[in-house]
């Protein structure tokens, strides 16, 4: 599979603009939403952390809030910006507690999984 990373154009159709650097997001750990063929989780959707998403991740096995100093990762908090795993972003979504959405960086990509009116519908301000 390829590392080559997909054209970086948002669900807009603009340049896809950076998610976070701090804390350090990407699948590229490049700030940007980027993706790639090797990138299977899609991890697309550029959104804003809120404390019950968080609790809803660690539930279904994925805990983004505990630190893991073993791989550099402080632990996400309310209020930071992470490139979310598409599928995980749609399941929230359907569980009434996904995250707000930058949209502007959120790679196009994302839209292979999620509707465009499902992002619009929880784009942050």
Known sequence: MSLI???????????LEGC?????????????????A???GSHTVCAVMTAEFLAFSKYVGNDLSTPRPEF????????????LCASRFLQA????CAPEVHLAGTH???LEIVPL???EEHAAP
């Open 38 to 40: 090797a990138d299977s």
């Open 5 to 15: 990373p997909a054209p970086s154009v948002n669900v807009l159709g603009g340049p």
């Open 72 to 83: 550099q990762f402080a632990g996400l908090k309310p209020g930071d910006r992470w490139c």
């Open 117 to 119: 009116a499902v992002l």
């Open 108 to 110: 196009q990509r994302a």
């Open 93 to 96: 979504h359907d569980e009434g």
């Open 20 to 36: 976070s650097r701090t804390p350090l997001t990407g699948f590229f750990r490049d700030g940007h939403c980027n993706t790639c």
